[in-house]
Structures are given as structure tokens and as C-alpha cells.
Nanobody, 120 residues
Framework: QVQLVESGGGLVQAGGSLRLSCAAS????????MAWFRQAPGKEREFVAR????????VYADSVKGRFTVSRDNAKNTVYLQMNSLKPEDTAVYYC?????????????WGQGTQVTVSS
């Protein structure tokens, strides 16, 4: 069982930055592929970024590539999402996901989400 708690969301102007954190419980954090998803009002949840167990491999959605950076600290059981050059279309609830590879994210654990609002 893994519990995930996101933090770091808030209101920021377009062009600004935010850093999201996701703290995980349990002693097997390093075994999980970690990912960030987001859901805007009236839209389906969408993939944002993913990081491998070791932190070596990262994958990004085209919409955030070059602006967002995902990282993890296995010693602190925490995954981060650094978001730069934020746009109003980045406004959404951001969710952290943990899944044992090679399973799909839908089969993993989810946090409660943190709201990010970008004003124009």
C-alpha cells in the first residue's frame, strides 16, 4: 500500500513557476514508476510526465516538454514537478501516480491532487 500526498500548488501569473511535490509513504518507493497527471475542468485526466524507478529515464507530454521537469529523491520518498513558463492552459488539478512497472498507471496509486491556477 502506498499513500501519496501532493503539495505546492497555488495561483501564479502566466510566465511564472511552481514546484509540486509528492510525498509517498512506505519503504518501497524506489520500486515505483512515478508520474504526474492533470485534469482541467470539463476535461479528462491527461498524462504530464513520468520518471523511472532510478530517475534516469523521463518522459513528457508534448504540451509541457521544455517547460516542466520531473525528478525524484528516493532517499526522501518524494517526486517533484518543476513547472516553468506556466501558461493559462496549464490550469488544472495535478495528481501524483505511483505504479509498479510494467503495469499501467490506472492500476497504481493516486494522490488527492493539488490545484494549479495560472492567470493571464
Amino acid at each position: 500500500q502506498v499513500q501519496l500526498v501532493e503539495s505546492g500548488g497555488g495561483l501564479v501569473q502566466a510566465g511564472g513557476s511552481l514546484r509540486l511535490s509528492c510525498a509517498a509513504s512506505g519503504r518501497t518507493f524506489s520500486s515505483y514508476t512515478m508520474a504526474w497527471f492533470r485534469q482541467a475542468p470539463g476535461k479528462e485526466r491527461e498524462f504530464v510526465a513520468r520518471i523511472s524507478t532510478s530517475g534516469i529515464t523521463t518522459v513528457y507530454a508534448d504540451s509541457v516538454k521544455g517547460r516542466f521537469t520531473v525528478s525524484r529523491d528516493n532517499a526522501k520518498n518524494t517526486v517533484y514537478l518543476q513547472m516553468n513558463s506556466l501558461k493559462p492552459e496549464d490550469t488544472a488539478v495535478y495528481y501524483c501516480n505511483a505504479v509498479l512497472p510494467p503495469r499501467r498507471p490506472e492500476t497504481g496509486y493516486w494522490g488527492q491532487g493539488t490545484q494549479v491556477t495560472v492567470s493571464s
